[in-house]
């Protein structure tokens, strides 16, 4: 598949097989996270990778908007430097990356932000100068995606020529 047929096709999915999600699969997604760029390449980030069911589920409980996590196959912590003040748009980037490098490979995913945070910290050890950014759990798609289509403002309301038109809403 091409990049643009990647981004477009991809969404955003909850609901997981159990089928396993092979190594080298899992690794070019750690690896397309690797090769991304950060702000003044700092590569201030890191990546948790969890895989074991029990950490799995754990994840789930630490979640406020991401319980599906549960029955994912695997799952990435992504932790930045808030001391960085684009930390985020890093953030963005390589969540982006990975999921991409995953829908290449079949591979779905989903995200989530809201976390239970002193729980979260404790349960997986992490230090307080890193920022939780998000969670993204993987694995193959319990249903076939094909067909659904993503729910998305037309560019005419949302690119402006030349100018901010404040007159170009939706
Ligand atoms: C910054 C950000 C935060 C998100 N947080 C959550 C979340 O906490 N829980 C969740 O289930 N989905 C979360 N999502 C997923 C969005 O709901 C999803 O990307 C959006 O509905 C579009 O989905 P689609 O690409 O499948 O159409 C988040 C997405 C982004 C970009």
């Not at 201030?44 to 549960?70: C, M, P, Q, Y």
């Not at 994912?72 to 992504?78: E, G, M, T």
């Not at 490098?101 to 979260?120: H, L, M, P, Q, R």
């Not at 690119?159 to 404040?166: L, Q, S, T």
Request: charged share 25%.
């Amino acid at each position: 598949m091409d990049a643009f047929e990647c981004l477009a096709t991809k969404l955003d999915i909850r609901d997981f097989s159990q089928i396993e999600v092979p190594g080298d699969i899992k690794l070019k997604v750690l690896e397309a996270a690797r090769l991304t760029g950060t702000g003044l390449n700092t590569q201030h980030w890191r990546f948790i990778l969890v895989e074991n069911k029990e950490n799995l589920k754990r994840l789930a409980n630490d979640s406020t908007s991401g319980n599906w996590v549960a029955n994912c196959n695997f799952a990435i912590i992504i932790l930045t430097n808030p001391k960085y003040h684009f930390h985020l748009i890093d953030a963005g980037r390589v969540i982006q990356s990975m999921q991409l490098a995953a829908w290449n490979y079949a591979v779905g995913s989903g995200i989530f932000t809201g976390i239970k945070e002193d729980k979260f910290r404790k349960d997986f050890g992490i230090p307080p100068e890193m920022n939780i950014s998000a969670v993204i759990g993987l694995g193959y798609p319990l249903k076939k995606l094909f067909g659904k289509r993503k729910d998305r403002i037309p560019l005419s309301v949302l690119v402006h020529n030349e100018k901010y038109d404040a007159s170009n809403k939706s």
